[in-house]
């Protein structure tokens, strides 16, 4: 199985930044997309970038011009580089991976346990 870990969540004021993290660890065969959702209270799950193994990426239009997905391959990672941050971005932040890993051979879907972004003044 693949244990996703984050970090890098806290409190920080209106234009501030933040950067993200996000480790995948177990017996990993392969990780394919990687990316980064938030969901703040009382409304859905929504995407806000990811990164491909060759590093292309998607955004939302919501993030766009402000945060930046990255990958590093060599340590099963992914990170959110957050700059302009809005209150409007408060959500917990939770860590995708599409992977395969024993005992599988094909790929499933990873959740990470969330990670806490308060934007505020």
């Known amino acids: 199985q693949v244990q996703l870990v984050e970090s890098g969540g806290g409190l920080v004021q209106p234009g501030g930044s933040l950067r993200l993290s996000c480790a995948a660890s177990?017996?990993?065969?392969?990780?394919?997309?990687m990316g980064w959702y938030r969901q703040a209270p009382g409304k859905e799950r929504k995407l806000v970038a990811t990164s491909t193994s060759v590093g292309t990426t998607n955004y939302a239009d919501s993030v766009k011009g402000r945060f930046t997905i990255s990958r590093d391959n060599a340590k099963n990672t992914v990170l959110l580089q957050m700059n302009s941050l809005k209150p409007e971005d408060t959500a917990i932040y939770y860590c995708?991976?599409?992977?395969?890993?024993?005992?599988?051979?094909?790929?499933?879907?990873?959740w990470g346990q969330g990670t806490q972004v308060t934007v505020s003044s």
């Open positions: 177990g017996r990993i065969f392969r990780i394919n997309t």
């Open positions: 995708k991976a599409n992977a395969a890993s024993a005992p599988l051979s094909y790929s499933i879907d990873y």
